[in-house]
T-cell receptor, first 111, second 114 residues
Framework: GAGVSQSPSNKVTEKGKDVELRCDPI?????LYWYRQSLGQGLEFLIYFQGNSAPDKSGLPSDRFSAERTGGSVSTLTIQRTQQEDSAVYLCASSSGVRGYFGAGTRLSVL | GESVGLHLPTLSVQEGDNSIINCAYS??????FIWYKQESGKGPQFIID?????DKRQGQRVTVLLNKTVKHLSLQIAATQPGDSAVYFC?????????????FGQGTILTVHP
């Protein structure tokens, strides 16, 4: 596809379960970002991948959160032992320069 | 530091009026700024960008102004339309490389009344 694709679009899980969120960036984009957006709030930076450089993980809120990017393309954000406060929309963006192109996000609900 | 939006400010305008949305950014070393529009249920969409060596840039119905002295960015929307109703975010790039991390400022909810 032409844009950033995220899956699933919605995820409902029980407290304590692990979840994986997927991001397919635009082909050829070397930069990939994950953000979290709680209802009615702004975008909270989580992690940033740039080419083969070590990722900037400074925004990950706890060690329950991790992300990887395989082959410089697809990225997976994993949240272990989910908590209710993890409920939010998780947005992924990719970039070939400066401008970031966003996916529609994954809405995570932790019951 | 990070700019994270909490309790987003709101702006209500009448259709046809001009809108001005403001943003204070945090890093004086940021070299590139972007405005995004986010409609309900969607990811942010690019509107317009500006480099730090400029103070004004115009697009179609939109103008971005940059004041580096006070670290202030504004987005002006001419002849605002109901379809402009959305949340607007500014973002800054820092890092000093060709890429660098995008940090988002506090969003503003724009509501356009017909």
């Amino acid at each position: 596809g032409a844009g950033v694709s995220q899956s699933p679009s919605n995820k409902v899980t029980e407290k304590g379960k692990d979840v994986e969120l997927r991001c397919d960036p635009i082909s050829g984009h070397t930069a990939l970002y994950w953000y979290r957006q709680s209802l009615g709030q702004g975008l909270e930076f989580l992690i940033y991948f740039q080419g083969n450089s070590a990722p900037d993980k400074s925004g990950l809120p706890s060690d329950r959160f991790s992300a990887e990017r395989t082959g410089g393309s697809v990225s997976t954000l994993t949240i272990q032992r989910t908590q209710q406060e993890d409920s939010a929309v998780y947005l992924c963006a990719s970039s070939s320069g400066v401008r970031g192109y966003f996916g529609a996000g994954t809405r995570l609900s932790v019951l | 530091g990070e700019s994270v939006g909490l309790h987003l400010p709101t702006l209500s305008v009448q259709e046809g009026d001009n809108s001005i949305i403001n943003c204070a950014y945090s890093n004086s070393a940021s070299d590139y700024f972007i405005w995004y529009k986010q409609e309900s249920g969607k990811g942010p969409q690019f509107i317009i960008d500006i480099r730090s060596n400029m103070d004004k840039r115009q697009g179609q119905r939109v103008t971005v102004l940059l004041n580096k002295t006070v670290k202030h960015l504004s987005l002006q929307i001419a002849a605002t339309q109901p379809g402009d109703s959305a949340v607007y975010f500014c973002a800054e790039r820092s890092g000093g490389t060709s890429y660098g991390k995008l940090t988002f400022g506090q969003g503003t909810i724009l509501t356009v009344h017909p």
